[in-house]
């Protein structure tokens, strides 16, 4: 969409129209109840709100789900999922989501986190497999170019990228990439997964759960997620730009 | 801190050490009851866990905080505050924070945030201001121009900048500030708050709250948080860079 913009530089000042990035209000309900209201960027709607569910761990296959349908007017997602003991046993419902964690009750110690199984796929890449992924992934970021200021995810294989995302929320467009995996029977584990911001904790524990073996970012990582990454067997490598990277753990996935 | 890297750059492989950024849970505790743990950069902790608290409406002045303790061997900070109501009336303690949001209860909806007081601040500057103020705020960015992917803020003034934080998270440097500000009795009226990353609606509600009358950002607003600014007298500027800038509302702040 665009706003009215008053654009100055040095003595000159020009009223304009100028692009602007949207932030959407989406409320998810789960069989009738309403679970959060997130801030998110309008499209995959149904793939971002069946993601968050499978990072919740209310949902792991299509088979939990038997209804997703997005009501425009409600600006919700209703989905009907079959029998879980999260729903009955008094999930936190009504908390309040924002654009930039979406994330509040995946994982709520560390320690949870890293109570997970290790990723154990055994592919293997040649650094410029890395190299001409990330020059893709950068040249599909249309949102960023028109408005700045928004994440980017996708999924990879051993030839190309298979899924893209953009949201406002970086986890947010990492859901969007599960969900839509989830929802159309697309397999995540021996793939990928490119994201544009910084790898946290947060995001390894997110792979690890859909047994994703590497995550690729041409930004930092932090030190709890180089630690995650070591302990669950995932292959971290960030900073990624032109021909060069770091990988900062299980570097022996590198050939 | 510094962690072992395999550095790839075309054929080149070097194993190096690089400095990477800290991810630090801290765990916030209000007369004795747990009431979060967030993912943060280990600085200024007291101040981020009194600004949390005062962006949650739990404290507004310093008279409402008896005692402030940061605890290491907890990775804690505990507060002690005079009798508020949202402590008896079932603040929803225990919710997990993450270093993105850190921020999921502030507004609950859009409408809560929009239910505030318009800033009502009169002071006006020119143009050549936020450029002085953009330039020496990216120069201050320490963490970031080591360690890339760190957020930072500032407040300042009609001369120059008082109150400069970082996080790696969005909303924890703001907190930072604003903590710093009620801890040391510095006040936030008549100013202008400086940050680094997107201007989402969450940030001008949080502004709001504390009068802030002018935002400036070297990055790009949402359309959410454009509608806010107008709506609560809030001036936004965004794109700061080199002698140019946008300003998406209330300009007649701008000489």
Redesign the interface.
């Known amino acids: 969409?665009t706003?009215p913009?008053?654009?100055?530089?040095?003595e000159q000042r020009d009223a304009v129209e100028?692009q602007?990035?949207?932030?959407y209000?989406l409320t998810v309900i789960v069989n009738g109840q309403q679970m959060a209201?997130m801030?998110c960027s309008p499209a995959k709607l149904e793939y971002l709100a069946v993601g968050f569910l499978a990072a919740e761990g209310l949902v792991s296959t299509k088979d939990d789900i038997e209804r997703v349908r997005f009501d425009e007017e409600k600006s919700a997602v209703e989905i009907d999922i079959t029998g879980n003991p999260a729903l009955s046993t008094g999930y936190?419902f009504g908390?309040?989501?924002?654009?930039?964690?979406?994330?509040?009750?995946v994982?709520?110690?560390?320690a949870d986190g890293m109570n997970q199984a290790r990723v154990e796929s055994e592919i293997t890449f040649a650094?410029s497999h890395f190299f001409t992924l990330m020059e893709d992934f950068q040249s599909r970021s249309a949102i960023f170019k028109v408005?700045?200021?928004v994440h980017s995810a996708a999924l990879a294989d051993s030839e190309h990228i298979i899924l893209f995302s953009e949201d406002?929320g970086?986890?947010n467009a990492v859901d969007k990439v599960f969900g839509e995996c989830l929802l159309e029977n697309i397999p995540a584990q021996d793939r990928i997964l490119l994201i544009s911001?910084?790898v946290?904790?947060?995001i390894l524990f997110k792979i690890a759960r859909r047994k994703v073996p590497i995550i690729v970012s041409r930004?930092?990582?932090?030190?709890?997620?180089?630690r995650a990454a070591n302990y669950l067997g995932i292959t971290l490598i960030g900073?990624v730009r032109g021909?060069?990277?770091?990988?900062?753990a299980n570097?022996w996935r590198?050939e």
Do not use: C, W
């Open positions: 969409m706003t913009v008053l654009r100055i530089a040095r100028d602007v990035v949207v932030e209000p209201t801030l936190d908390r309040f989501i924002t654009a930039t964690s979406a994330k509040g009750a994982v709520h110690s560390f650094p408005t700045g200021g406002i970086r986890h911001g910084r946290s904790s947060e930004s930092a990582p932090t030190n709890l997620a180089i900073f021909q060069r990277m770091n990988v900062y570097d590198i």
